[in-house]
């Protein structure tokens, strides 16, 4: 069940995409962009709780947790970029973060590490797998993007402020990206060739 969630999670997340790309200016199919994007996001939790609610917890589906994060993630930065919303630096600097580190992250899981346990330096550990920083770099991508489809509502009252809110909240979501993949490239040597 947990692994079926976190691919429909995706289909949830194509459909709010096709609902802004084709749909541009609409102001009911912004909404339901918005209300899907939530979904989708929304169900990104309700995998992981599934899986160890009902004992599903596997190795492919942290796999298929990783893999449906980066899609849906890059999927909304390229959107943004091709929309006029963002700088294209935004998807070019998430997609490159998500190479690397999933590359390495790979090599790891070769020699029997877990995505997120490949970390020794306590600080890099921190960075990378604490509750504290994945849940903090969570909550930015999600305001991130719900604030920015938000904001591109035709019509909605204060979309100046909104999309300034957005704006930044999308800086420090890209700032996370890049500090969160750092440990991974430091502690890359050591797990590749050690």
Same mark, same amino acid.
């Given at each position: 069940?947990?692994?079926?969630?976190?691919?429909?999670?995706?289909? $949830?997340?194509?459909?709010?995409?096709?609902?802004?790309? =084709?749909?541009?200016? @609409?102001? #009911? *199919?912004?909404?339901?962009?918005?209300?899907?994007?939530?979904? #989708?996001? &929304?169900?990104?939790?309700?995998?992981?709780?599934? /899986?160890?609610?009902?004992?599903?917890?596997? %190795?492919?589906? #942290?796999?298929?947790?990783?893999?449906?994060?980066?899609?849906?993630? @890059?999927?909304? !930065?390229?959107?943004?970029? $091709?929309?006029? !919303?963002?700088?294209?630096?935004?998807?070019?600097? /998430?997609?490159?973060?998500?190479?690397?580190?999933?590359?390495?992250?790979? &090599?790891?899981?070769? %020699?029997?590490?877990?995505?997120?346990?490949?970390?020794?330096?306590?600080?890099?550990? !921190?960075?990378?797998?604490?509750?504290?920083?994945?849940?903090?770099?969570?909550?930015? %991508?999600?305001?991130?993007?719900?604030?920015?489809? /938000?904001?591109?509502?035709? @019509?909605? &009252?204060? #979309?100046?402020?909104?999309? *300034?809110? &957005?704006? !930044?909240? =999308?800086?420090? =979501?890209? $700032?996370?990206?890049?500090?969160?993949?750092?440990?991974?490239?430091?502690?890359? %040597?050591?797990?590749?060739?050690?």
């Amino acid at each position: 069940m947990a692994n079926f969630i976190s691919i429909f999670r995706i289909f $949830v997340m194509f459909a709010a995409v096709y609902l802004i790309y =084709a749909m541009q200016g @609409n102001t #009911a *199919a912004y909404i339901w962009a918005l209300a899907l994007t939530i979904l #989708a996001f &929304a169900l990104d939790g309700v995998d992981g709780y599934v /899986a160890r609610k009902f004992n599903e917890v596997s %190795k492919f589906g #942290a796999l298929l947790d990783i893999m449906g994060d980066r899609i849906v993630e @890059n999927t909304y !930065w390229i959107l943004f970029a $091709v929309m006029g !919303w963002l700088n294209i630096l935004f998807p070019l600097i /998430a997609i490159t973060r998500g190479f690397v580190t999933d590359t390495i992250r790979s &090599a790891a899981m070769e %020699k029997g590490l877990t995505p997120f346990g490949m970390q020794v330096n306590p600080i890099c550990k !921190w960075i990378t797998g604490s509750k504290f920083m994945r849940i903090t770099y969570a909550v930015a %991508k999600v305001l991130a993007f719900v604030l920015i489809v /938000a904001a591109k509502i035709p @019509n909605i &009252a204060h #979309a100046d402020i909104l999309w *300034a809110i &957005a704006f !930044w909240t =999308a800086v420090i =979501a890209i $700032v996370f990206c890049v500090v969160r993949g750092l440990p991974v490239v430091i502690e890359a %040597k050591r797990v590749i060739e050690g």
